[in-house]
């Protein structure tokens, strides 16, 4: 799928707090929590259209061993790259939630 900027920030347990497309920074919050997230996505060298992404907070939950940090944060254009960072994020605190553990802003860690 070719994502773009919008769908790849329209998932329930994303909460936009600012972006800038021009400049690609996005500011987000992540379901119950209030800490904000940046992710800055910036065109990489070498692939045409190919995204590079950063992003401030990793996440980890009481069910994961470590926090997850991609090994590889790019994409073939800019709404897949957010769309990864997103998805890193939600997946693993949805997966907490369904578990039955309550949101705690101590699962965003500053890498």
């Given at each position: 799928?070719?994502w773009t900027i919008d769908e790849a920030l329209?998932?329930?347990?994303?909460?936009?707090?600012?972006?800038?497309?021009?400049?690609?920074?996005?500011?987000?919050?992540?379901?119950?929590?209030?800490?904000?997230?940046?992710?800055?996505?910036?065109?990489?060298?070498?692939?045409?259209?190919?995204?590079?992404?950063?992003?401030?907070?990793?996440?980890?939950?009481?069910?994961?061993?470590?926090?997850?940090?991609?090994?590889?944060?790019?994409?073939?254009?800019?709404?897949?790259?957010?769309?990864?960072?997103?998805?890193?994020?939600?997946?693993?605190?949805?997966?907490?939630?369904?578990?039955?553990?309550?949101?705690?802003?101590?699962?965003?860690?500053?890498?």
């Amino acid at each position: 799928m070719a994502w773009t900027i919008d769908e790849a920030l329209d998932d329930d347990l994303v909460h936009v707090v600012s972006r800038d497309d021009a400049k690609g920074i996005y500011i987000i919050r992540v379901g119950a929590l209030q800490t904000a997230v940046k992710i800055e996505l910036r065109r990489t060298r070498g692939r045409p259209g190919a995204t590079a992404y950063t992003q401030s907070h990793a996440i980890k939950t009481p069910q994961q061993a470590g926090p997850y940090w991609t090994s590889r944060p790019s994409n073939d254009s800019p709404g897949a790259a957010l769309h990864q960072a997103v998805e890193g994020l939600v997946f693993y605190y949805r997966k907490a939630v369904e578990a039955g553990h309550v949101p705690s802003e101590e699962w965003l860690v500053i890498g």
